[in-house]
Structures are given as structure tokens and as C-alpha cells.
């Protein structure tokens, strides 16, 4: 059964911090891993995909098979990062399956 | 291209009742997916139609069906509403079966009293 596992809720970090944002997931094939964000008052919105490898807004993420990972990075956290962060897994151009979320709270 | 759009934004409704919900997709966007989101679960998938059919369906019951039109338009319907049913409900749409971004709605709120 797939199953994504975001284990915080909550995190809080300093401007300028580095930031990890965890992501744990259990599927038996070639999942499509995504981080979705929503900021205040705003629609769910896609950040990055695990295929593309690009870096938006600061933000990476590594597909990590062997841990079943697929942590969210930024090396410097702005104010305007806060927000909820969905990570979510796809199996074929099916349905997104996700976490809980975590809320990113960055403070000055 | 205007983005999704829901309708209701707000419900209120009484145990027992029964509530429709609506969705419009982008323009061109051809499926349309259905997520409940609740403080509790999280969100979680409801159901998935393409060109009018269902295509995907979540764990939920019976009571929780939808459709969709052949402008793409969907709607989904839950009967005999349970105070569990309070939630966000949010729409998705994408262009296709196999394209990998969801464009998500503002989503409706339903209380259930």
C-alpha cells in the first residue's frame, strides 16, 4: 500500500537557517514523488517534482530509493517560505497520496 | 486562463441531508479530482473523472458519488450527510491522464450540524 509520512507537524526555523522539511514514503514500484505548498490564504500549489530536479523558490529535493526519501531543502529560509507543505506520491498518472503536511514557520 | 473554480465556497448543512458541490476545471483541463481534506486525515483522495468517466476512486463510502459533464465540469454529491463529512473540500484539475500537475481549487467548506 502506498503511504506517505511527513513525521512534523510543526517546524520552526530562524531567517538565514537552513531548512530540511522530511519526507518518508512506502511503495513497492517507481513512484512520482511532489512537494505541494500552500501559503496563507492561497490554493494548493505544486513546488517541485522529483523527475524535473530543478531548484524553485530556494527549494530542492532528492529522491532518495534506498531510504525511501524525499526530503525538501533550502539553504537560507525567508519569511515568505512560511507555509504548509504537502509531500505527495503518484503511481502512474494516478491519484496523489498525501501526508499530513508540515507547517514552516520562519521567524526573523 | 482563469483557474479552478468552486461552488459553494460555504455550506452549512444538517446530519442526514444530502449537498452537492461543484467544480469548474481550467480551460481545456479534461480530468478532475476530488480531494476531502479534515484536520484528522489530512487530505485524502475522493475520486478521479476523465472525458465523463470515473477513472480513480479513494477509500471513502457509497454516500460519496460524483460526475462529470462533457464540458469537464464536475460535481459530486454526498447523501445522508454525517457530522464526519465537515471538511475542506477541494477540486483538482489537470489536463490529462498523464499530465503530473494538479491545479487545485479554493475549495469548499462544509459543516455538517
Known amino acids: 500500500a502506498q503511504r506517505v509520512t511527513q513525521p512534523e507537524k510543526l517546524l520552526s526555523v530562524f531567517k538565514g537557517a537552513p531548512v530540511e522539511l522530511k519526507c518518508n514514503y512506502s511503495?513497492?514500484?517507481?513512484?512520482?514523488l511532489f512537494w505541494y505548498v500552500q501559503y496563507s490564504r492561497q490554493r494548493l500549489q505544486l513546488l517541485l517534482r522529483?523527475?524535473s530536479r530543478e531548484s524553485i523558490k530556494g527549494f530542492t529535493a532528492d529522491l532518495n530509493k534506498g531510504e525511501t526519501s524525499f526530503h525538501l531543502k533550502k539553504p537560507f529560509a525567508q519569511e515568505e517560505d512560511s507555509a504548509m507543505y504537502y509531500c505527495?506520491?503518484?503511481?502512474?498518472?494516478?491519484?496523489?497520496?498525501f501526508g499530513k503536511g508540515t507547517s514552516l514557520l520562519v521567524t526573523p | 486562463k482563469a483557474g479552478v473554480t468552486q461552488t459553494p465556497r460555504y455550506l452549512i448543512k444538517t446530519r442526514g441531508q444530502q449537498v452537492t458541490l461543484s467544480c469548474s476545471p481550467i480551460?481545456?483541463?479534461?480530468?478532475v479530482s476530488w480531494y476531502q481534506q479534515t484536520p484528522g486525515q489530512g487530505l485524502q483522495f475522493l475520486f478521479e473523472?476523465?472525458?465523463?468517466?470515473?477513472?480513480n476512486k479513494g477509500n471513502f463510502p457509497g454516500r460519496f458519488s460524483g460526475r462529470q459533464f462533457s464540458n469537464s465540469r464536475s460535481e459530486m454529491n454526498v447523501s445522508t450527510l454525517e457530522l464526519g463529512d465537515s471538511a475542506l473540500y477541494l477540486c483538482?484539475?489537470?489536463?490529462?491522464?498523464?499530465?503530473?500537475?494538479?491545479?487545485f481549487g479554493p475549495g469548499t467548506r462544509l459543516t455538517v450540524t
Open positions: 483538482a484539475s489537470r489536463e490529462g491522464l498523464q499530465a503530473y500537475e494538479q491545479y
Open positions: 511503495y513497492s514500484g517507481s513512484p512520482e
Open positions: 522529483h523527475i
Open positions: 505527495a506520491l503518484s503511481n502512474s498518472g494516478y491519484a496523489l497520496n
Open positions: 480551460s481545456g483541463h479534461r480530468s
Open positions: 473523472y476523465f472525458s465523463e468517466t470515473q477513472r
